[in-house]
């Protein structure tokens, strides 16, 4: 597809660029904030936020992707990328410390700093329980930290939904609650096994288990982006995996729920 | 009792299987307790996602990068360091997790395909002056903070811009009786000006191209008693370089509405 706003860029008129293309592209761009959230104030000012990421620095963003762009590589993919990411860094810089958000000062204080920590911060879980811990947090074990945390999560996406909070935060630790490892070191050295476990598996095969089992993604989606030919060699490479996860842990003496 | 071949029971297992499986586990104590099998080493796999990181770093996959991987357009070669990135990175694969769920949502189907055309719209364009304005104290910002020692502060694209002069709208200006031209001040070397006029929405309602400095309104651009505009000009000085003014705002006739 020719996209016409390329060459007045690069003739030196981003303005008449910049109509072309915002034209072209402000239903797509509102579609995926959409995606996020529904509240008009807060589409709009994504929506600004957007237009001006990718205006700023003399059209750099654009600049750097039209220098790419071909017939075979539809420029609204990247764009959906692009809006992804701003509009995540959008709410968690109109989220941040000083301006908890309506629904994370409603929460319980414990929850309140795990969405801080984890949500706005970005901190891996484990380093968010130790932060709590050590600023004078309740003494929760990891189990219960993990718990108060999924819920925490069920809580955030109920509230501003599941594809924000996702972006936010990353999956879900529902997997790990039943009943949950009892401390992080434990964590840690089971972890070990299993990757030992999944080291025998090529790369991809590996990638696919966390994409499919882990984050949740459609099987023919994860099978487009590794190249498989369909989902059924998704599910193959999965079973497989998971029999291989399965017999390392059984041989470590490790049953799957103590993870 | 025939069963399924074992991996049909992984899309049944999370959540995509087809109903004739669903009937079949339901029945049968063997595939169901093959099914409790893959769900509990699922389990063992989601445990790590409390270890990894979720903030982004210099490694990170740029935005073309998970365009093309989701879109299944990475060969092998390429693919190879996006998958040992992606697997050490939950961040990245929430970037590649959100993007495919975009791509998969059929209310933007239209727009992905380049099916949809937006209708001439005019709303859409207030943006262009709030952002252009923002743009320009960036740019601002820029040349202030270049001033300084500092090396690390990032170049601009080209630095003819810091020298460049540019045009300044004379009139309208305020508030006006009527407006019969527009008139702004000559840029040296300026081989052409732009000019833009814009309603109170941001839509534009009059562009023009001129060499002079100077340009009588045209009768097909009906300025509204007491409305409120905005104008800027552009002066074109070289090559592929524009220059462009202070947005000024006029109204019609009296105070604006």
């Given at each position: ?72 590589r ?27 958000n ?60 599941e ?16 009943p ?13 096994v ?7 598996l ?28 369909n ?22 003496g ?6 | 009792?025939?069963?399924?071949v ?11 299987g087809?109903?004739?499986t669903?009937?079949?586990?339901e ?73 495919a ?12 395909s ?16 709030p952002?252009g ?56 070397r ?50 592929r370089r ?15 509405r």
């Open positions: 597809m020719v996209e016409s706003w390329i060459a007045p860029l690069e003739a030196g008129d981003p303005e008449a660029s910049w109509d072309l293309f915002i034209e072209r592209y402000r239903r797509l761009i509102f579609g995926a904030i959409r995606h996020y959230t529904t509240e008009p104030d807060e589409v709009m000012d994504v929506f600004a936020r957007v237009c001006e990421a990718l205006r700023g620095d003399d059209f750099a963003r654009l600049r750097r992707c039209a220098d790419r762009v071909d017939p075979n539809p420029f609204s993919t990247w764009l959906v990328v692009v809006v992804h990411n701003l509009t995540v860094d959008w709410f968690r810089h109109r989220d941040g410390r000083s301006r908890l309506a629904f994370a000062a409603a929460l319980p204080p414990v929850r309140k700093r795990i969405f801080e920590y984890v949500f706005l911060e970005q901190r891996p879980h484990v380093e968010a329980y130790e932060l709590l811990r050590s600023l004078g947090g309740p003494d929760l074990s990891f189990g219960e930290f993990l718990r108060e945390l999924s819920e925490t999560c069920r809580a955030a996406a109920s509230s501003r939904g594809p924000l909070m996702a972006g936010l935060a990353g999956p879900r630790p529902e997997g790990s609650l039943n949950p490892a009892a401390d992080p070191a434990e964590l840690a050295e089971q972890q070990q299993l990757a030992a476990a999944l080291e025998s090529p790369p991809g095969d590996r990638l696919a288990v966390r994409l499919y089992v882990v984050d949740e993604m459609p099987a023919e989606q994860v099978a487009r982006a590794l190249g498989y030919p989902a059924k060699t998704v599910y193959n490479r999965v079973y497989r995996a998971l029999a291989v996860v399965r017999a390392r842990l059984e041989q470590a490790i049953k799957g729920g103590d993870l | 009792m025939t069963h399924p074992p991996e049909s029971l992984v899309p049944h297992a999370f959540g995509e087809d109903p004739a669903a009937r079949h586990v029945g049968c104590p063997t595939c169901r307790a093959e099914v409790a099998r893959l769900r509990e080493a699922a389990e063992s796999l989601r445990a790590p996602v409390s270890l990894e990181r979720l903030s982004e770093t210099d490694d990170c996959l740029d935005e073309l990068t998970v365009a093309d991987l989701v879109a299944g357009r990475l060969g092998t070669e390429t693919r190879a360091p996006v998958v040992a990135h992606l697997l050490s990175c939950a961040r990245c694969r929430s970037v590649v997790q959100a993007a769920r975009l791509l998969a949502d059929p209310t933007l189907a239209p727009e992905l380049g099916a949809a055309r937006a209708p001439a719209g005019r709303l859409w364009r207030r943006w262009s002056l952002l304005l923002a743009a320009a104290e960036a740019l601002a910002l820029l040349f202030v903070s270049r001033g300084g020692d500092d090396d690390s502060t990032p170049s601009l694209r080209d630095t003819t811009l810091t020298t460049a002069v540019a045009p300044m709208p004379v009139a309208p200006r305020a508030s006006v009786a009527r407006v019969h031209r527009f008139v702004w001040s000559g840029v040296p300026a081989v052409r000006y732009r000019l833009r006029l814009y309603d109170a929405e941001g839509a534009v309602l009059w562009t023009l191209e001129t060499s002079d400095t100077a340009v009588a309104l045209v009768g097909s651009v009906k300025l509204v008693p007491r409305g409120r505009y905005f104008w800027k000009v552009e002066a074109q000085t070289e090559w524009w220059t462009a003014s202070d947005l000024v705002e006029f109204t019609v006739g009296g105070p604006s």
